[in-house]
């Protein structure tokens, strides 16, 4: 799986979220954690997605993933 894959999938989370489609931004944030789990940006952004939706046990888990790598 490329890399570009799940940048793209990171993008379109942020995009759908700024555009106020929290369900389908999760949705493709969690793509591109399947895609490369290894890119801790991805890891990232979907703590801030959990935070800003108010799910800060999510968000912290999330965030851990990061700190892991």
């Not at 793209?8 to 489609?21: D, E």
């Not at 369900?23 to 944030?29: L, N």
Request: glycine content about 2%.
């Amino acid at each position: 799986k490329s890399p570009t894959d799940a940048i793209f999938w990171t993008s379109l989370a942020i995009l759908l979220y700024q555009q106020g489609n929290y369900t389908e931004s999760f949705e493709a944030i969690i793509k591109a954690t399947t895609q490369k789990p290894e890119l801790y940006e991805i890891w990232y952004n979907l703590g801030i997605l959990y935070e800003k939706c108010k799910q800060p046990e999510e968000a912290l888990i999330a965030y851990n993933k990061v700190f892991e790598m």
